[in-house]
């Protein structure tokens, strides 16, 4: 096994990441990395054999790990990059701080930062994805980011870095954002509150939120700009066109698209990575013969096939 620099925080061989997904699916990492603060990561990163990929997770909301597992580093942050501080109408969160967590302190602090309340995830994962709902994305707010190169330089960047489009960025390769910082519009705390209350009544009434799954499965086909501004001379939504092709409730071994909303695939208790990514290209070819239409993946896919599954499968 490969020499790994010494750590301050933890450093696993073998870990299982479906344990640290939320659709609980996935094989192991070579290696799982928790970094103690940001020095910890930067010399850890700049010690790495040059060679050896890695791979940054949040919570593991957005994500399908599959079976076969995954060939790098898994960087996870915890307690030492959940921080958020607010300066007047400016919010500083760490990158492992849970959006709801961060649109919650903004609110009681009167700025409006309440659209991440019903994202699941955290902040690393809403910038790299340029996060966004009710027409706001953070893209919007987004002021800087601090993260950390592949070599393990500290750096700083800008929206024109980033170069946000929707539901994606140009995060460069091996770069791990440890902190954001943005800029909201001043609101009531109370008001504020209210808003995101009736947010979270309008997703629990429409979104399988009891069931293990991982947001939006597919981004919707047509709606949005390439920044990821709302285009009102357009309303296709994913879900609209799965319904269409038939493929509400479709099941594949434990994986399911959800009969409460299309888009949504879930994990019933027993689904494997590759019944849960084999049915969404089901669904996605049912979407295509149905109205010439191909859905993109919104969750991310990652790692490797199981060595069992037959690659004729």
Same mark, same amino acid.
């Given at each position: 096994?490969?020499?790994?620099?010494?750590?301050?925080?933890?450093?696993?061989?073998?870990?299982?990441?479906?344990?640290?997904?939320?659709?609980?699916?996935?094989?192991?990492?070579?290696?799982?990395?928790?970094?103690?603060?940001?020095?910890?990561?930067?010399?850890?990163?700049?010690?790495?054999?040059?060679?050896?990929?890695?791979?940054?997770?949040?919570?593991?909301?957005?994500?399908?790990?599959?079976?076969?597992?995954?060939?790098?580093?898994?960087?996870?942050?915890?307690?030492?990059?959940?921080?958020?501080?607010?300066?007047?109408?400016?919010?500083?969160?760490?990158?492992?701080?849970?959006?709801?967590?961060?649109?919650?302190?903004?609110?009681?602090?009167?700025?409006?930062?309440?659209?991440?309340?019903?994202?699941?995830?955290?902040?690393?994962?809403?910038?790299?994805?340029?996060?966004?709902?009710?027409?706001?994305?953070?893209?919007?707010?987004?002021? *800087?980011? =601090?993260?950390?190169?592949?070599?393990?330089?500290? &750096? @700083? %960047?800008?929206? /024109?870095?980033?170069?946000?489009?929707?539901?994606?960025?140009?995060?460069?390769?091996?770069?791990?954002?440890?902190?954001?910082?943005?800029?909201?519009?001043?609101?009531?705390?109370?008001?504020?509150?209210?808003?995101?209350?009736?947010?979270?009544?309008?997703?629990?009434?429409?979104?399988?939120?009891?069931?293990?799954?991982?947001?939006?499965?597919?981004?919707?086909?047509?709606?949005?700009?390439?920044?990821?501004?709302?285009?009102?001379?357009?309303?296709?939504?994913?879900?609209?066109?799965?319904?269409?092709?038939?493929?509400?409730?479709?099941?594949?071994?434990?994986?399911?698209?959800?009969?409460?909303?299309?888009?949504?695939?879930?994990?019933?208790?027993?689904?494997?990575?590759?019944?849960?990514?084999?049915?969404?290209? *089901?669904? =996605?070819?049912?979407?295509?013969?149905?109205?010439? &239409? @191909? %859905?993109?993946? /919104?969750?991310?896919?990652?790692?490797?096939?199981?060595?069992?599954?037959?690659?004729?499968?």
């Amino acid at each position: 096994m490969t020499d790994m620099p010494e750590v301050r925080g933890k450093l696993i061989p073998g870990k299982a990441l479906s344990e640290l997904t939320w659709l609980r699916v996935g094989g192991p990492a070579d290696w799982l990395f928790m970094p103690a603060d940001v020095e910890d990561l930067a010399q850890f990163l700049a010690a790495l054999d040059p060679g050896i990929p890695v791979f940054p997770i949040g919570v593991g909301s957005n994500l399908i790990v599959r079976d076969g597992g995954i060939r790098a580093v898994v960087i996870r942050m915890g307690r030492g990059f959940n921080a958020i501080e607010i300066e007047g109408a400016r919010v500083r969160a760490g990158a492992a701080a849970l959006d709801a967590h961060v649109a919650r302190k903004a609110a009681e602090a009167g700025t409006d930062l309440t659209f991440l309340r019903t994202i699941p995830g955290s902040i690393g994962g809403a910038v790299r994805m340029n996060a966004g709902c009710y027409s706001s994305y953070v893209a919007d707010v987004f002021v *800087e980011a =601090r993260a950390v190169t592949r070599e393990g330089e500290i &750096i @700083t %960047l800008t929206a /024109e870095d980033l170069n946000f489009r929707y539901r994606q960025t140009d995060l460069p390769e091996g770069c791990v954002i440890v902190e954001a910082t943005f800029e909201g519009d001043a609101g009531d705390p109370e008001t504020l509150a209210a808003r995101m209350e009736e947010q979270l009544r309008k997703r629990d009434e429409t979104q399988p939120t009891k069931d293990r799954s991982a947001g939006s499965t597919f981004r919707n086909p047509a709606g949005f700009s390439s920044t990821g501004q709302a285009d009102d001379t357009h309303d296709l939504k994913a879900w609209k066109v799965i319904d269409e092709a038939g493929m509400r409730g479709a099941t594949r071994g434990g994986a399911q698209m959800s009969e409460k909303h299309s888009n949504f695939l879930i994990n019933t208790g027993q689904a494997t990575a590759d019944d849960l990514e084999s049915l969404g290209e *089901e669904v =996605r070819k049912k979407v295509y013969d149905s109205s010439g &239409i @191909t %859905l993109e993946w /919104e969750i991310m896919r990652v790692g490797e096939q199981s060595p069992e599954k037959d690659p004729d499968d």
